[in-house]
DNA sequence: GAACTTGTTTACAGTTTTGTAAGTATCTCA
DNA sequence: TGAGATACTTACAAAACTGTAAACAAGTTC
């Protein structure tokens, strides 16, 4: 056979090569379940040979830990970015949470996260950024409020803890629900996202007794 | 070696049999991921070889199929369960329903379905059970309401929407929010879902405007 | 430009996994 | 009680998977 010029080697440096392989194992991940991702598969996405992931992840195992990590980062950076939005409504701020935790992405590797490590007490790297947002909604609240009827923490905190598990739980279950409950698809879970914000918005603005 | 009187082989029905593989089978999902659906740890919880499994459901795909088909099955029945009570409160109809949606096996087993037949058109066996219970709800809405200010059926749909992807997203994703929302796990997840129970009760019986 | 570092490949090994073929044991029924 | 059906087993095959070892090549440094 012709070995001409044969093998113009890419070489990445190590965080290039470890960024797009995380970026193919991820899409991998979401487009073919928990099961797929295969180091192979994976490789030939990249196109390089699959001990070229191992030499960069130590293991099949590492892969999984290093991409649930960035996965966590990441959402950790786009909530990052929708709370910092200067001063506006809290409404405002709701709908920019609405979008990054509506995200299927998002909620299909957290999913395959929380399967994967049910019994895991390791800390999660997002950790702290839903306290931070249940305080930052928290201040709003009482600010506005009338002195004689602040509203309490712990409810701060549900009202956010629903909005995730809402939001995550609808990207997720969504498409099965639509068909035993919705007609057309797409169009029921927008207006359920807007309904929603609409429940928790005047819960959150009603008076207290 | 001695062939004393070695294997009292045991023989169950096909239906039996079918019964405790996809137990089996279902524990091991549970506890161990989506990625624990192996053949041979099976047959070896059963107590069978695994081609016995494999004459049962044709293939590992025939019983991860048979899997999610009785899965959705057993959410409906418990469902059906939840909702045949006799008349009795909205409130107490919707607190059986949180129990049996907030369950983390069903959650779990559902979460394993969505991330496994994301763009499979497919229906899912469950079909209709939520949109029966909005029905119920409506009507007890209806009933109740002044004449008035009747609520919009498409209110009660998301009511019902809310209501399964906040639990089956807090048994889901709950464990990974506490360690980043609340200070001790299991006690929180219960008065979220007490002050969740309440907060939809408030809207379901506020009147119309 | 020689030496060194390191990203990458090729070739291979070991294990595990699903699946098949053929025989065996147990139940049912005439 | 004999014959048939079928649940089940043993043995094997083929493929896929992760992981290892050694060599190779593209940069980097002195």
Redesign the pocket.
Known sequence: MSRTKS????????E??RRVILDAAERRLREGGPEA?????I?ADV??????I???F?????LARALQSRAMLGLQADLLAALSGGDESAADLLERVFETLGDSGHARLLAWYALANQHAEEDVPEGGMLAQLAGELHGGRAQRASRLAPPEREDSEFVVRLVAVALLGDALFGPILNRSLASDAGESQRRFRLWLAELIAEHVDRPRR
């Open positions: 093998k113009p080697r890419v070489r990445r440096t190590a290039q090569a991702l295969r180091l192979r598969d490789a196109g390089v040979s699959h001990p070229a191992l030499h960069h130590e293991s099949r195992d590492g």
